[in-house]
């Protein structure tokens, strides 16, 4: 099945500093997807992007479509306390009507 | 988006007995997915559930263990039967939110199997 690999795992960063996280594929998505996970919650979606190429931004949120749509990434700038989670990666193909997960990047921010 | 109910939100289950997950979408769908996440991990999909016929099952998951009903357009249940300890997770249904825009999540039932 499709892997979906996300980095880094764990993220500790002190609060004002900007955060990157990535997700790379071994095959081609046509839908690229984050979504950010708080404790007893299911999954919130941040951004979808549709494109190869395509850059989005939601807030001090900014993600990117991977031009050979296999990967992705995901910004935030200026994190706050708030943004303490776990951030998903996720990818949909025409092909396969599910989702695919990654393994999740798990941010703390110290005020 | 569609707004999903899902409940219990927590239970706490003897080993050898099951239980029921409902999930409430306040709008008609097509399909209903639901998904597995253990402790510290991912969500895997367990399977998908269209209306009037049977569930599609993944790869490691059988109907008997997770039998899958889907009686109408809003509503599914999924249900985790014969538990053991390994079954203690996090169950998550959801649904499209339009063709290729993602899920929407309901909030999860987090079962622990004692």
């Known amino acids: 099945g499709q892997q979906l690999n996300q980095s880094p795992q764990s993220m500790f960063i002190q609060e004002g500093e900007d955060v990157s996280m990535n997700c790379t594929s071994s095959?081609?998505?046509?839908?690229w997807l984050w979504y950010k996970q708080e404790p007893g919650e299911g999954p919130v979606l941040l951004i979808a992007?549709?494109?190869?190429?395509e850059l989005t931004s939601n807030g001090r949120l900014t993600a990117q479509f991977g031009i050979t749509r296999k990967d992705s990434f995901l910004n935030i700038s200026a994190s706050i306390p708030s943004d303490v989670g776990i951030y998903f990666c996720?990818?949909?193909?025409?092909?396969?009507?599910?989702?695919?997960f990654g393994a999740g990047t798990r941010l703390t921010v110290k005020p | 988006s569609a707004v999903i109910s899902q409940k219990p939100s927590r239970d706490i289950c003897q080993r050898g007995t099951s239980l029921t997950i409902q999930c409430q979408v306040d709008?008609?769908?097509?399909?209903m997915f639901w998904y597995r996440q253990q402790p510290g991990q991912s969500l895997t999909l367990i399977a998908t559930?269209?209306?009037?016929?049977?569930?599609?099952?993944e790869s490691g998951f059988v109907i008997d263990k997770f039998p899958i009903s889907r009686p109408n357009l809003t509503f599914s249940t999924l249900t985790v039967s014969n538990m053991s300890p390994e079954d203690s997770s996090i169950y998550l249904c959801?649904?499209?939110?339009?063709?290729?825009?993602?899920?929407?999540f309901g909030s999860g039932t987090r079962l622990t199997v004692v």
């Open positions: 559930a269209n209306q009037g016929s049977e569930a599609t099952y």
């Open positions: 992007l549709y494109k190869a190429g």
């Open positions: 095959s081609i998505f046509n839908t």
């Open positions: 959801s649904v499209e939110r339009g063709r290729s825009n993602g899920y929407t």
């Open positions: 709008s008609q769908v097509t399909m």
């Open positions: 996720a990818g949909l193909s025409y092909n396969n009507n599910d989702m695919r």
